[in-house]
């Protein structure tokens, strides 16, 4: 692997002969202790119910290892909904073995804004001033998801990191009905020291 930490760990290498060490070896990622990494993502989710609804979101984030089987992460978050587009942050702790193949249970929660109604607002809000009105309506839908997920990461090496989840959301907003449900996805990220 390209990681110093895990790099000095097997300078010397298992013995060929040593099948278990070999395996120890190909499977150890302690070294994700302090990394951090830009991550890229998207998921999507078919309600069963109403068969022509997509649900996807994309994000692209930051993510951090505090130890070798915690991690946490922010991101911002692009996702659609039945009637808008919405935009908004993403945070989220992830609990895995460190291994190179690793299963991880996380929660996290997302927080939007609906995209055409934030414009639709700026625009009455110019054409209100325009027009010598002093009051402006301003409805813009904001969504609230809860989530615990359920995934497995794999390391390419000792600083690429594919990963592949499922979560269940859980939306506390009167908006956020169409969001409840399996959302399945997956994840790219590189990490630095």
Wanted: net charge neutral; no cysteine; glycine share 14%.
């Amino acid at each position: 692997m390209d990681d110093k930490v895990y790099a000095k760990k097997y300078r010397k290498g298992v013995s060929k002969v040593d099948l278990l060490g070999k395996l120890k070896q190909a499977s150890d990622a302690r070294h994700t202790q302090y990394l951090t990494g830009y991550t890229l993502g998207g998921g999507t989710a078919v309600r069963q119910a109403e068969p022509d609804t997509t649900l996807a979101v994309v994000d692209a984030g930051v993510e951090f290892y505090a130890t070798n089987y915690l991690s946490s992460r922010v991101a911002l978050t692009g996702f659609t909904g039945e009637k808008d587009l919405f935009v908004g942050g993403d945070i989220g702790v992830r609990l895995q073995p460190p291994t190179r193949l690793a299963p991880f249970v996380g929660v996290g929660s997302t927080l939007g804004m609906g995209a055409f109604d934030v414009a639709n607002a700026a625009v009455q809000g110019a054409a209100t001033v325009d027009d010598g009105m002093d009051e402006v309506q301003r409805d813009s839908s904001v969504i609230t998801i809860l989530y615990p997920e359920t995934g497995v990461h794999f390391w390419l090496n000792g600083t690429t990191r594919l990963s592949a989840y499922g979560r269940h959301n859980f939306s506390t907003s009167n908006e956020g009905g169409s969001f409840e449900g399996w959302l399945v996805g997956g994840q790219f990220a590189i990490f630095r020291r």
